[in-house]
């Protein structure tokens, strides 16, 4: 790593400071530190007499071509590292290369003032067994335990069963008991649509509560999938129209299949407003607040958590914006006693055919939301869709 220094002021100089002249290196998170501070051909240099002759001579021959080649090789070294399925670089639009400061994580990293529910709080499903019929685990909705939280089909409910539900409604009594439905399509069903999403979760913003390693249900629950983590090839490319990055499969992908999780830091509100105010608009594009139980659970806004994806993450950070996405992010819990930090996660909104982008809707719009008018600073939406709402952050 080369450090070029631009200003230097004349009292500087003229102190006589020296410059360090050794070799950068910088770790996981970063921070730039000296690996080697003297050595053998590494002279001290007085900071008047910089560049030198031979700094400027070996700029002037430095091969960019050659630097852009080992970033790039870098990079796709940190990718083969990662677990799970390979994540693919490509780019033929220029020579660039994401950066290596981002740091790829398999899990959210809580930052100071965060904190997960205590696993004492953390509960399975004591009536279901590995062995329930067709040996996919919880067979039946109305004993699995972690969907007492989960919503009520109330399709099936008769008119006695629709009372007794708004009583429970209106008491706050458990709707244990009530018609339910398992998240996922379960092995017997059509191939393709295993462990995909049902249409009742789907074509909804309900909470998903997948079984956990408390339960007796098995580890391979028909209940149990976004925890095993992505399953589908991904590659990050370079858009040619301007977007930057963008990422997309390297297979088809079914209406309601699982893409991957976001992952990045978890901070608190009042850490993610400082690094809003800090950042430019385009900031918000990589937070993420976690506030989908904070009207249910009566939770005041300063006390939700962010998710911050700039720095560290996963390949969903170069998932583009689009006002007709073909992608939709869900809440993911697996401890319902925890409504302050669960997973955001990414399920095809409809089938979608090996290389095409993967967009979401970063603004988490419906259809007929109205925006807010553009103010100064706002950044103009490329999407290209036809229901394109212009603006992306106003």
Not at 4 to 10: C, E, Q, V
Not at 187 to 201: A, D, I, N, S
Not at 262 to 276: L, M, P, Q
Not at 323 to 342: A, E, F, G, I, L
Request: glycine residues 8%.
């Amino acid at each position: 790593m080369t450090v070029a220094h631009h200003l230097l002021t004349d009292d500087f100089k003229n102190a006589g400071r020296h410059v360090y002249n050794g070799v950068l290196d910088a770790d996981e998170y970063g921070h730039i530190f000296c690996r080697k501070a003297s050595g053998q051909g590494i002279p001290e240099l007085e900071i008047r007499d910089i560049p030198t002759l031979e700094m400027n001579r070996s700029a002037h021959h430095a091969s960019v071509d050659k630097a852009q080649t080992l970033i790039r090789n870098e990079y796709v070294r940190r990718l083969e590292k990662l677990p799970g399925k390979r994540i693919h670089l490509f780019n033929v639009v220029d020579k660039a290369t994401p950066s290596l400061r981002f740091r790829y994580i398999s899990d959210y990293v809580l930052q100071q003032g965060v904190y997960r529910a205590s696993t004492e709080t953390q509960q399975g499903c004591m009536q279901c067994s590995p062995h329930m019929g067709r040996e996919i685990g919880c067979e039946y909705t109305k004993k699995c335990d972690c969907l007492e939280y989960a919503a009520v089909d109330e399709s099936r409910l008769d008119d006695e069963g629709k009372r007794e539900y708004q009583e429970a409604l209106d008491t706050g009594a458990s709707t244990m008991g009530f018609p339910k439905k398992f998240p996922y399509f379960a092995e017997g069903t059509k191939r393709e649509k295993t462990g995909c999403l049902v249409p009742f979760y789907l074509n909804s913003r309900r909470p998903i509560y997948e079984c956990n390693e408390k339960c007796r249900c098995g580890p391979y629950c028909r209940n149990k999938n976004v925890q095993f983590g992505r399953q589908v090839e991904v590659e990050i490319f370079r858009a040619n129209d301007g977007r930057g990055w963008g990422l997309r499969c390297k297979e088809d992908l079914h209406e309601g299949q699982f893409i991957d999780t976001y992952r990045g830091e978890v901070i608190t509100d009042a850490e993610a407003t400082r690094r809003e105010t800090s950042s430019s608009k385009a900031k918000m594009s990589y937070l993420y607040s976690l506030d989908k139980f904070a009207e249910s659970e009566g939770l005041d806004e300063k006390d939700l958590y962010v998710v911050d994806g700039e720095f560290m993450g996963g390949p969903t950070k170069f998932i583009n914006h689009s006002c007709d996405p073909n992608c939709r992010q869900y809440t993911v819990s697996y401890n319902k006693h925890d409504p302050r930090v669960y997973d955001i996660v990414f399920f095809a909104r409809r089938f979608i055919p090996k290389g095409e982008e993967l967009t979401f809707d970063y603004l988490d719009k419906e259809e007929g939301d109205e925006m807010d008018e553009p103010g100064e600073g706002a950044i103009p939406c490329l999407c290209g869709a036809k229901n394109c709402r212009k603006w992306l952050w106003t």
